[in-house]
Structure formats: C-alpha cells, structure tokens
C-alpha cells in the first residue's frame, strides 16, 4: 500500500512538473487558441489528442499536428454543453391611463396594452484558459 502511494505520489509530482502533462490531460472536443512560434496571430481549432511530441487538433475539418516544439501558448475552453442555440422571449405590458375617463375618439388613449419580442442567438462559450506557456530552459 505504501508503496502504490509514494507511486501515485511520484507521478503528481512529475506531473507539476511537466507543463505538456496538462494539454494530455484536456478532453477531446474542446476549443483551443494556439498561438505558435513565427505567427502573428493565433488560431483556434477543436482539440483532438494530445502526444509528448504533438497536439492534433481540427481546424477548418482538417486533422492538423503541431509539434511541441513550436508553440508557444495554448488555451483552452471546453465544449459546450447542452443547446447550441438560446430562445429568449420578452413580454412588455403597459398599464390602463389613471386620471380622467378617457375621451372617445382616435386621439384617446387606450387601455392597457403589451407586446412581446423573441430573439434566438448561440449560447454563450466560456472564457479561454491558458494551460501551456512556452517555457525556456
């Protein structure tokens, strides 16, 4: 038993220390924003898999491998759960005028009246989180 545990204690350890560890450790599907060596701009992909050399990822329905070595920072927000699309309906109800009996006629103020309005949009995505910086040795 003490010797399972100074074994998973080792492994957490070693771990800590090996920034990759966390991007093998992300689940498939993801979104990742890669920012890569030479690149001015970085580029967000869903997460593949993740090897000690390399990261897969699918960017525009293509399996792309990038080697380690020319990342620089990667960050990562999970799959959304759920709908892809939010319906949200508003109803608005304006009360009856108080005062005076209201004057017949077309100049005359109603009574009470609503109205109602629906929108649909995406649902909204997480923050990224950077889990691997580059770092020189």
Known sequence: MKLLISFLLG????????????????????????????????????????????????????QVAIPKEDILRID???????PKMVKETRTKTNE???????IPGPVAPNGPSSSSSTSISSAPKGDFETVYRFVRH
């Not at 992300?26 to 890669?34: Q, Y």
């Not at 701009?41 to 525009?60: G, H, R, W, Y």
């Not at 990562?76 to 759920?82: E, F, T």
């Open 96 to 102: 009856a005028p108080t005062g005076p009996k209201p």
């Open 11 to 62: 492994l957490s350890v070693q771990a800590a220390d090996d920034p990759w560890a966390k991007i093998k450790a992300l689940a498939s599907g993801g979104e990742v924003r890669i920012v890569k060596k030479g690149i001015a701009q970085p580029f967000i992909a869903q997460l593949d898999e993740a090897t000690n050399e390399s990261i897969v990822v699918v960017l525009k329905n293509q």
């Open 76 to 82: 990562y927000r999970p799959a959304v759960k759920g």
